[in-house]
């Protein structure tokens, strides 16, 4: 299934998964941190969809970065939180 941006930088306009996956793209001490992508971010790239950018018009076909361990968690919490959240994606792409 086509994974959606949750977490958009502001900053570099790079599109996340998960909270997880935005962190690991910055690096620095707290009051300067920065979007660099360090090598051991273990971040992967994914063809997503974007509507945090502009609700009104939906990117698809973006860059969307996801931490690599992630698949396990996903499809755990996808299960987790099954039918409605699924169903509301499913109504929005319609
Ligand atoms: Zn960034
Ligand atoms: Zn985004």
Same mark, same amino acid.
């Given at each position: ?24 793209? #910055?690096?620095?001490?707290? !009051?300067? %941190? ?6 051991? &971010?273990?971040?992967?790239? $994914? ?19 996801? #931490?690599?361990?992630?698949? !396990?968690? %996903? ?6 939180? &099954?039918?409605?959240?699924? $169903? ?7």
């Amino acid at each position: 299934m086509t994974p959606h941006c949750s977490y958009h930088c502001r900053a570099c306009g790079a599109h996340f998964s998960s909270l997880r996956a935005f962190d690991a793209h #910055r690096s620095g001490p707290m !009051d300067d %941190r920065r979007c660099d992508f360090p090598d051991d &971010a273990e971040l992967v790239e $994914r063809t997503g969809i974007c509507k945090i950018s502009d609700p009104t018009q939906p990117q698809v076909g973006v860059t969307l970065y996801e #931490r690599a361990d992630s698949q !396990d968690y %996903r499809s755990r919490m996808e299960d987790r939180q &099954a039918a409605p959240r699924q $169903r509301s994606m499913d109504a929005e792409a319609a």
